[in-house]
Nanobody, 122 residues
């Protein structure tokens, strides 16, 4: 499975942005999928994950209530709706596919795609 994230850019604090991740080359619906991010000079961290059928979502504490992950298997695409963005959200966001939301949350995944840069600044 190949994954390609898009939708990043420069956004002012308090504003919103939606990221997309297009999958190809495999059976997308077989996998749980999620988002990771890596801020400058920091370790990559888990952001959000959604289960194979979309019934379960998991978020890291710092984005709960602000970010929403979703998937559209008919389009082989996952989304990350990000609201009320702050400078601390500045990072390169990557999408991943793995066995379950639990394993993705533990930074274990089968596929990883090139990220898209999100910069939150006034």
């Amino acid at each position: 499975v190949q994954l390609q994230a898009s939708g990043g850019g420069l956004v002012q604090p308090g504003n919103s942005l939606t990221l997309s991740c297009a999958a190809s080359g495999g059976t997308f619906s077989r996998y749980a999928v999620g988002w990771l991010r890596q801020a400058p000079e920091k370790e990559r961290e888990f952001v959000a994950a959604i289960s194979r059928l979309g019934q379960t979502t998991v978020y890291t504490d710092s984005v709960k209530g602000r970010f929403t992950i979703s998937r559209d298997d008919s389009k082989n695409t996952i989304y990350l709706q990000m609201n009320n963005l702050g400078p601390e959200d500045t990072a390169r966001y990557s999408c991943v596919a793995g066995r379950s939301t639990e394993t993705i949350a533990m930074m274990s995944y089968n596929y990883w795609g090139q990220g898209t840069l999100v910069t939150v600044s006034s």
